[in-house]
């Protein structure tokens, strides 16, 4: 019985290693016709991606003047702030205020104008147009799918319902949120494979992380795409998720359903009629739900919605915002404007471990690398033009193995007068560098 034993599994063997091939050559022509159909849709979003993490530093250095602040014992508030852009713009009605970094940011209503106060004087430093200009485009590209109406780029008709819309997963998809889901789909297809496809180099950590320079260019970019993936792999994983969550809301609802939390949005409404309580009442209201806490942005009262929105920043937990432009904050308390007395909490502390992935660190601290200064955000952005680089190797070596297939169908094709019925002369149609492949 074990001489037959062993018998089967010289044979089993050989087969099992037969299918392992074949599996392993299937992915590797799916990973590669996928990247060459969808990569572009993923080099484009990632780039932009990447780009973006720096829209803090850009916006700053490109208008100094604007965010000038004077040092003062207390900030002037929030109402004078509020004042003093009205005195300036009595036609305009605000939106919004924020305060960030000794500046208040006031937003109007129905445009993407910002005005800027200096929270030490209370003077307007001077307004910009945050949705304008190469910036704005590269915001709409890669956050709103074109589809954010009044910055640079806005496309209306992506705008429109896509099919999936009418699925409960992804309720209310535009087609420009098809688009960037689509991306992030690509992303994933393309990168969760990969581990498998190169995992015979990783068996030897040296050789996998090195590159052939002097060896030709299939040699130097199969290295490099090698290389670039597998050091990749996991923040690309990461940024392919968090960027399917923000599109398709039944993603979140797995996540609960898998990991134990759950949903914990809350709407707030108005009471309609009574005395309307100034931006101080509101703020102080919503600052007793939260001792100690800082406000840090008021959402103004409006025709569709009597109340106020007050987001303050708790000092007991990470600022995961704190490289922001404009905002941060971790709580949320809705006022109405016609009583201070009606509050509820909006965003209240994560109540699982699963919802301070999920809603709290997923997005600005994994996604963005807001949580941390531009010096550590450099990573993001290297990792983030990843695709790119990934793009181009990948297009390099599929480009010369085509080529080296041409150059084989010639060299065998039979001469003119030639006898058809003679071989062909056996040539050699793939270099000894290809022929390594990822294991050296």
Known sequence: QRSVRVMEEKVATPRRRRVSLKFRRALVLTHRWIGLIGGLLVVIISTSGAILVYQPELVRALHPEIFRTTSAAEPVGFARAITE???????????????KDGVYL???????????VDAGTGLLNGRIDLGAGVLGFLVNMHDCGFTCEGYSGYLPILTQPSPLAQLNAFAGMSWGSALLALAALILLLLVVPAPYI??????????????????????RDFDLHAMIGIVATAPLIVWGLTGMQFEAPGLTTLWYSLTGGHASERTFTGSPGGQDITVERAMDAAARQFPGSEVTWIGLPDDDNAFYTVDLLDPGEPDLR???????????????AHGAGHVQILRDKPATASNAIADEWAGPA???????????????????????LLGLTGLSTWHWRRRARLRARLRNAPAPGADAKAPALATRTTSPVAERGPGR
């Open 198 to 219: 190169w995992w015979k180099a990783i068996r030897k950590l040296r050789n996998a992380l090195r590159v052939r320079w002097a060896s030709g260019r299939f040699a």
């Open 106 to 116: 006031l937003n109007a209503s129905g445009t993407h104008d910002t005005f800027f």
């Open 366 to 388: 994994a996604h963005f690398g807001l949580a941390v200064n531009g010096y550590w955000r450099s990573i993001w952005f290297v990792l983030g033009m990843a695709p790119l």
């Open 85 to 99: 852009v009205q005195s300036h713009y009595p036609e305009i009605q605000l939106a919004s205020a924020s305060f």
């Open 322 to 336: 704190a490289h922001s432009l404009n905002y941060h904050g971790n709580r949320s308390v809705g006022v109405d």
